[in-house]
């Protein structure tokens, strides 16, 4: 079959050509991949410039490694760190747009992200942060991406539930996170099935439960905004975070700035976490929430709920 190049494809391949620098070779190759015409005749092309995207982007983040910056390495912020993955064109960088005020780029063609970028998820009076990153496939995975989501708190996977091919294209995206080392014990790993204002997509999430129900599918568009109201609490549940508040005694709690402490953390934990100071000098403390009665004294070792206060006493 004749590959029937298109004008725009010739001039990326003559870009490529002429490209001197890295940055400049890869945005060629990644032009070249989203004009390409898709079809049998061009899927060893397809492939070929896959693996030339993948050999750039490793070179780089190894070059990047000896100079002791890693391009894939995210500082973290707020009440936990989570990844959004996917294959290209599954709507990631649209669900990070409809959550953050990050600057994504969202595009109708394939590894428009090319590099990861954080924006703040915010549910009642904490923040999340939300990490767009590039599209992952069996020919453009890096390591150091595999890395830098090992370090998250959890990752959310986003499937186009409207095409006929998301059973396969999840199961390929997940087989790739767990045998890329991408993922580790602790850490969640959620299905968004995106794209389901689209005809079919209702029906494809209902089935990608039913031959997955070991991974919590959420079905979410990000042009109805269906389902993405529900996305803030459900991932900060999966953080396994508690919010509780300090109180002076003799004053009232802040509200607005509670501590983030894991589930089972107790009243000696928080104490560390406010100052060491503290901690060292603490003589008592009390509990208003998950206590028997309000303002009940309770020990160190007492464990914590999500909205609890505590009042220390030097």
């Excluded at 070249?32 to 492939?47: D, F, V, W, Y």
């Excluded at 069996?138 to 059973?167: H, K, N, Y």
């Excluded at 299905?191 to 494809?204: C, E, I, Q, S, Y």
């Amino acid at each position: 079959m004749p590959a029937n190049l298109t004008p725009q494809y010739l001039e990326a391949e003559e870009a490529y050509r002429r490209a001197k620098t890295q940055q400049e070779k890869l945005a060629a190759l990644e032009e070249m991949l989203r004009s390409i015409p898709k079809h049998k005749g061009t899927e060893k092309m397809q492939a070929d410039i896959k693996r030339r995207i993948a050999k750039l982007r490793d070179e780089a983040a190894r070059a990047a490694k000896k100079g002791k910056a890693d391009p894939y390495r995210v500082e973290r912020e707020g009440a936990g760190q989570v990844f959004v993955v996917g294959p290209p064109n599954s709507g990631k960088s649209s669900v990070v747009a409809a959550l953050t005020s990050a600057k994504v780029v969202v595009a109708d063609y394939p590894f428009a992200t090319s590099a990861p970028v954080p924006g703040m998820m915010k549910h009642e009076n904490v923040l999340i942060q939300l990490v767009d990153t590039p599209p992952i496939t069996p020919d453009t995975f890096p390591p150091a991406m595999a890395a830098a989501l090992r370090g998250g708190d959890g990752l959310l996977v986003t499937i186009d539930a409207s095409s006929d091919d998301c059973l396969d294209m999840l199961e390929e995206c997940v087989g790739l996170l767990r045998e890329g080392r991408a993922t580790r014990d602790g850490q969640f790993l959620d299905v968004l099935a995106t794209k389901v204002d689209l005809a079919g997509a209702a029906g494809n999430a209902e089935l990608l439960a039913e031959v997955f129900p070991d991974l919590h599918i959420q079905p979410v568009s990000s042009q109805t905004m269906q389902g993405m109201d529900l996305l803030p609490r459900n991932v900060f549940l999966r953080l396994g975070v508690i919010r509780v508040y300090s109180k002076p005694p003799g004053r009232q709690p802040d509200l607005e700035a509670p501590f983030v402490l894991k589930e089972g953390s107790t009243v000696d934990d928080l104490a560390r976490a406010i100052h060491k100071d503290l901690h060292r000098n603490m003589k008592a403390a009390r509990v208003w929430g998950s206590a028997r009665f309000d303002g009940q004294p309770v020990p160190r070792d007492y464990v914590l709920a999500d909205g609890d206060i505590v009042e220390f006493r030097t």
